[in-house]
Every structure is written in structure tokens, then in C-alpha cells.
């Protein structure tokens, strides 16, 4: 008795269901730090730091965040340095966590998430950032800011833009504000790391300028992220 010989195609049917490498329901996000996944949770709290992972994604796909890194001029000897990357990036948290003052850096200090996306070691103490922003020369520090924000902002001057706020009231605003010799206001903003006098007015121009930066790569992050955002 014959036995008809099993017919074996040349083609498999359809493709190979593969099992995915990241949890069913996220998604791979490339970030300084390496990849991760992101998923959503509806039952969760909302958190004010939730969408972080994605504007680190953005700065690591624009090559923003190493090459702010790369021409850093905070260097230390030793094994028991911070390191830049450590005490920038614990600036940068505390700066988009709406911080105006270095003693708010502690709010940061137990972040067990952000630091890592980063690429970080961890978040330092206020006085680590305070002294890495004083180890830093004034001239090469601005020279290097200043690169760092017109890069920021370099694509966006050769579009059409229209200015609708009316800039007259801004000197009446901080010429009012120049009056108020005693106001707590002006005084609590004197001593923050961005304020207007300062014993160390280089370190104070740095900062100032560090929190434009980052102020800039929110916002480019926003427009990319919402094109109705202006």
C-alpha cells in the first residue's frame, strides 16, 4: 500500500508571530540613558514629571543633550569629582521642575527615574552644583552657553513669526519693580541662582543663561510635540 508523501511548501504562511522584547502595551523609547519603555496608565496619577521621558527622548534624537555635554568646560581630577553630566543634569531637573533657588535642588535629590533616563550616576546635593557652576571660568562658560542657546534657537529664525504681545509694558514692569527697594519679591529673587545681584555675578549669568537653554528646548520639544503649540 502506497503512503501519499506530505506536501511541503517552498513558503511558510503568513510571517512568524515573534514575541515582542518590551511589555504588550509600551512602546521603546531611545533616551541618553539607553532604551526604555513607555506605557501608559490611565489609572495612575497624573504627575507633573510623567512626560519627561519623552523631551529626553527628544534631546537624544537631536543629538542636543551630548553635545551640550561635549563642550562642557566643568572638569574635575580625581575619582570623587561629580562630573558634568551629574551636575548638569541635576541643574536641568530641578530647572523643569519650575525651581528658581539651588537649596530647591533637594526636592530632586530622591528622583530614582529621570536621573537614569540621563544618563546619570544619580542627582547631586545643592552645594555640588553650586561649586561645579563656580569651577567654571566666566568667559569660556558663557562663550559655551551662548553657542548652546543660539543652536537652540538657530532654526527658528528664518521662519515668518509674528510678535502680538505689546513689549511697552516690559520696561515699566521692571522699572517698578528697580522702586521696590524692600519688596520680598525682588529680594527672594535676588538670591536665586538666576537673580540680578549676586558677589558672583559670573556663576549668576551662567545660570541665568542655563535656565534660557533649557527654557528653549522645552519649547522647540512642545512645537515638535503639538503643532498647534505656540
Not at 508571530?17 to 502595551?25: C, E, I, L, R, V
Not at 516690559?170 to 519679591?185: G, L
Not at 541662582?193 to 522647540?220: E, K, P
Amino acid at each position: 500500500m502506497e503512503v501519499p508523501a506530505t506536501v511541503i511548501p517552498a513558503h511558510p504562511v503568513g510571517e512568524g508571530k515573534t514575541a515582542p522584547k518590551y511589555p504588550s502595551g509600551s512602546w521603546p523609547v531611545d533616551t541618553p540613558g539607553g532604551r526604555f519603555h513607555a506605557e501608559w496608565d490611565d489609572q495612575a496619577p497624573v504627575t507633573r514629571e510623567g512626560q519627561l521621558i519623552f523631551f529626553f527622548q527628544f534631546l537624544h534624537v537631536g543629538g542636543r543633550w551630548e553635545e551640550f555635554l561635549r563642550g562642557c568646560p566643568l572638569h574635575y581630577t580625581g575619582n570623587r569629582g561629580s562630573g558634568a553630566r551629574n551636575v548638569m543634569g541635576t541643574a536641568m531637573l530641578s530647572i523643569l521642575c519650575g525651581h528658581w533657588r539651588y537649596a530647591h535642588i533637594n526636592a530632586v535629590r530622591g528622583d530614582g527615574i529621570n536621573p537614569g533616563l540621563l544618563g546619570m550616576k544619580g542627582t547631586v546635593s545643592e552645594d555640588a552644583v553650586r561649586l561645579g557652576i563656580g569651577r567654571i571660568d566666566e568667559k569660556p562658560g558663557l562663550d559655551w552657553i551662548s553657542g548652546q542657546i543660539l543652536g537652540s534657537i538657530a532654526p527658528t529664525l528664518s521662519l515668518p513669526w509674528i510678535l502680538d504681545i505689546d513689549v511697552t509694558i516690559k520696561p515699566k514692569h521692571y522699572r517698578d519693580r528697580a522702586d521696590a527697594e524692600n519688596c520680598f519679591d525682588e529680594l527672594k529673587n535676588q538670591w536665586g541662582w538666576g537673580g540680578y545681584t549676586s558677589r558672583r555675578l559670573g556663576s549668576s549669568r551662567l545660570m541665568a543663561n542655563l535656565i534660557a537653554l533649557v527654557y528653549n528646548w522645552w519649547s522647540l520639544y512642545l512645537r515638535f510635540y503639538d503643532e498647534g503649540h505656540h
